[in-house]
């Protein structure tokens, strides 16, 4: 059977993780405990499911165990003390008020939650003490009068680990993709007459597919 010739070009499999920016001794071990050794096992981390994240939903259509993107100004914010201290930031759209519950955040965080602020989250809404709540929303402060996109594409969700959060693993894919845009080749494991007769997209492709 006739395979292709990719010799001429550098192979994904011989490039570092070290290539990626912010890659150092601390996150490559955190990769390494997700068998992520090289830029070729981050290629073949692929995702356990994908979130819909290309469109708003209005605050006054929440629904319990939806996962929603919502987007308001935040109108107050308090610590709560009980069993669990937590911060909770309320945003109102045209629609109506939320809460975003937050166990686990950071005196810089706390100060960058400021009533008037415009702000874009992503979570699962809950029945709260307050009504519908997002806990632990993933947030975007947004600039004011700057035009703010939604993802066009669904979201992917990686399996990860303590200290690797998923917008760092999608960073990184992402760096990847944007250095292979160079003539690297990355060997098809299937023969090429198989892969023509069965109308199969070659490797690197798919895996774009996968993790886009």
């Not at 990626?20 to 992520?36: C, D, E």
Request: glycine share 6%; hydrophobic share 40%.
């Amino acid at each position: 059977m006739k395979v292709e010739d990719q010799s001429r070009t550098p192979a994904v499999e011989q490039l570092p993780l070290t290539r990626l920016k912010g890659v150092g001794p601390a996150l490559s071990a955190r990769l390494a405990t997700l068998g992520i050794q090289s830029v070729l096992d981050l290629l073949f981390h692929l995702p356990l499911r994908y979130q819909d994240r290309t469109r708003l939903t209005p605050i006054a259509a929440l629904r319990h165990g939806a996962d929603v993107v919502v987007e308001g100004r935040i109108v107050g914010s308090a610590l709560m003390f009980g069993k669990r201290r937590s911060l909770m930031v309320k945003i109102q759209d045209g629609s109506g008020i939320t809460t975003l519950r937050f166990f686990h955040f950071s005196a810089a965080q706390k100060q960058a939650l400021q009533d008037g602020s415009r702000i874009r989250c992503y979570g699962e809404v809950r029945w709260g003490k307050s009504g519908m709540e997002l806990y632990h929303p993933e947030y975007t402060l947004l600039q004011e009068q700057a035009p703010a996109p939604l993802e066009t594409h669904l979201t992917p969700v990686y399996p990860a680990t303590e200290g690797l959060q998923q917008v760092r693993l999608r960073k990184l894919l992402e760096q990847v993709f944007e250095q292979l845009r160079e003539p690297f080749s990355l060997p098809d494991f299937l023969p090429l007459e198989l892969r023509r007769q069965q109308n199969f997209m070659p490797l690197m492709d798919a895996l774009r597919v996968l993790h886009y």
